[in-house]
Each structure stands twice: as structure tokens, then as C-alpha cells.
């Protein structure tokens, strides 16, 4: 049996699949949202609370920003400067979502983090399952569309330049080196 103990990211050679990997994390963190406002909450132990809820906030505040903006200032100006006839038209119908989707889910955040680092902060309170529900929907939605339709549509439209482009600008977003060679 070979089994990884370790989540390991594609490479940024595979920007899509990076994006892919992304929306599995924040899946992940969705889940443990829903579990600190839930009833497990209760039978958690303090420092289990803390770091799950530090673990929460050091996601949401820092790769899942950098993820809005290779959304919207690489992949989707890519793909509108590339996408022609139906795509194009699928593409003009998506992204005004997906852009607003991006500030609706900031807005549930600003109501969200200031519960969840309470709760990192080990300080009395809770985190509302109500925030957390509408979090969770607005984020599940936004990655089915960008899994069914955007990443799919990159995955074929996109060169392989374009992708190394793409991938290029996703690494000097987050502060690793270009590789060697690289513009």
C-alpha cells in the first residue's frame, strides 16, 4: 500500500491543478469550520480549539486571497483574451460571478474572523454556524463552477506558454523563485 502521509501540492508547472489542490484545502478548512461551530466543539479540548481555529484563520487570510487574485488578475484575463464563440460567451457569463462571488465571500469572512481568532486566542465565544453555513455555500458553489467550467476551459484552451505563464505569475504571488531560466 502506498499511502502519503503528506497532502503534497502540484507543482506551479500544473497552475490548474494547483488551483485544484487549493479548493481541496479549502474544503478542508470548510469542514473544520463547520465542526468549531458545531456541537464537537463542546467535547474539544481547548488547544485543539485554538489551533483549529489559527489553522483556519492563517488559511483564509493568506492563500485563499492569493488564490482570488490568480483568478482574477492572471487566469481570467487569460482566458477572456483567449476563449472565442461559446467558450467566450460561457466565459463573459461566468466571470462577472465568479468576481462577485469573490467579494461575498470577503464579506462573510469580515464577519468570520474576527469569531475565529476569539476562539485562536482561546477567548470566550463562538462561531456562528449561520456565517459558517453561508460561507460554506458560497465557496462550494464558486469552486463547482470554476471545476466544471473554468479550470476545464484553461485545461484545453491554454498553450503550453500560457500555462507556464500562468504558473509563473501564481509563484511570484506567493514569493518562490521562478525557475531557472524563467522571464
Known amino acids: 500500500m502506498n499511502t502519503s502521509l503528506f497532502d503534497t501540492a ?11 489542490h ?17 456541537p464537537a466543539i ?3 479540548g481547548a488547544d485543539i480549539v485554538r489551533q483549529a481555529a489559527a489553522a483556519v484563520l492563517r488559511y483564509f487570510e493568506k492563500a485563499a486571497p492569493q488564490h482570488h487574485e490568480d483568478e482574477e488578475r492572471d487566469l481570467l484575463p487569460m482566458l477572456a483574451a483567449t476563449a472565442r464563440d461559446a467558450d467566450a460567451a460561457l466565459l463573459t457569463e461566468l466571470s ?3 468576481l462577485r462571488e469573490h467579494h461575498e465571500m470577503e464579506a462573510v469572512w469580515q464577519r468570520l474572523q474576527p469569531q475565529l481568532a476569539a476562539l485562536a486566542e482561546g477567548r470566550p465565544g463562538t462561531l456562528s ?3 459558517v453555513e453561508e460561507y460554506s455555500a458560497l ?10 467550467h473554468i479550470a476545464p476551459m484553461a485545461k484545453r484552451l491554454f ?3 500560457q500555462m507556464r505563464t500562468l504558473g509563473n505569475a501564481m509563484r511570484t504571488r506567493r514569493g518562490i523563485a521562478l525557475p531557472e531560466g524563467a522571464d
Request: proline share 6%; hydrophobic share 30%; net charge negative.
Open 159 to 161: 498553450s503550453a506558454d
Open 139 to 148: 465557496y462550494l458553489g464558486h469552486m463547482d463552477k470554476e471545476e466544471n
Open 42 to 44: 463542546d467535547q474539544a
Open 96 to 98: 462577472p460571478q465568479v
Open 22 to 38: 487549493c479548493h481541496d484545502r479549502i474544503r478542508k478548512q470548510l469542514k473544520t469550520m463547520e465542526q468549531l461551530a458545531g
Open 10 to 20: 502540484p507543482d506551479f508547472d500544473q497552475p490548474v491543478a494547483v488551483l485544484k
Open 129 to 131: 454556524s449561520t456565517d
